[in-house]
């Protein structure tokens, strides 16, 4: 006999022609890992599922139940099983790492393909230009909502409003130069100015103010704290400026 035939569940999710609710496939997926054999109820119009939902007294779907008892939607089921559930709220250093992950490894990955090795001098510059990018494309998604988080804590933003719009920009367009290894007249200027005004404002946010607020390096719906990370974020940027023109003297 099989060991899901007495481990039931029944799922109501929407599975209409214009949309198939995510949350119904995973919570459909995490109970037939769990061992449960599933009656996938289909709702699939609007009024179909505005009926469920008022016989029901719920708010949302899909909806599950287990020997007819209600769990209620994909995170109450992970809730019901002990597994985690992501509070969209909570702070986290998770894009950040997400982001410096990935451009070690396409600096890395370019070494490789141009020297034959991914260890070199090199490698570190493209890092930290191919890191200025890719915060600086993050940023540029929505120029308006990144501005309005950065205003809350960077000091020349807040005496000129324009610069909380150009930074993106300016970090965007300093990443690639130093990506290029090109005029670097440009973009060391640049990564010294944003940099230094950065590590500033991080510094007396954090450090003197004693502020704990958003950091928007990675955008303007960034639940990143402020703080180390981003501290280091600018001192990068100074430190890989300082060394190019170093190198260039």
């Known amino acids: 006999m099989n060991a899901s035939a007495d481990r039931r569940a029944t799922l109501h999710r929407m599975v209409m022609p214009k949309h198939v609710c995510p949350f119904g496939l995973k919570a459909l997926a995490l109970l037939r890992r769990r061992g ?23 708010a949302t779907t899909p909806q599950v139940f287990i020997e007819g008892a209600r769990i209620g939607g994909y995170d ?6 002990g597994l985690r559930v992501r509070d ?11 982001v410096f992950a990935m451009t070690a490894l396409m ?3 370019v070494s490789q393909a141009v020297f034959e090795t991914p ?3 090199r490698a570190v510059e493209w890092f930290i230009g191919l890191s200025m990018c890719v915060l600086a494309l993050l940023k540029l998604q929505d120029v308006e909502r990144f501005s309005s988080m950065f205003l809350g804590y960077d000091l020349l933003a807040k005496r000129w409003l324009p610069y909380a719009y150009l930074y993106p920009f300016l970090e965007g367009a300093a990443g690639v130069l130093m990506v290029a290894g090109a005029l670097h007249a440009l973009s060391i ?13 991080v510094f007396k946010a954090v450090y003197i103010d004693k502020r704990e607020i958003k950091c928007a390096c990675v955008g303007g719906d960034s639940r990143v704290p402020l ?5 280091t974020e600018n001192l990068m940027m100074v430190g890989m400026a300082l060394w190019m023109a170093a190198r260039a003297v």
């Open 36 to 58: 449960y054999t599933v009656e996938d109820r289909w709702l699939t119009t609007r009024e179909q599922t505005d009926a469920f939902k008022a016989e029901h007294g719920v």
């Open 88 to 98: 969209p709220k909570a702070t986290s250093y998770l894009p950040v790492i997400a």
């Open 76 to 81: 109450d089921l992970r809730r019901h099983f």
């Open 119 to 121: 260890f070199t001098v």
């Open 227 to 231: 703080g180390p990370v981003s501290l």
């Open 189 to 201: 200027p640049i990564a010294l100015f944003i940099g230094g005004i950065g590590a500033a404002s």
């Open 107 to 109: 600096a890395g990955a």
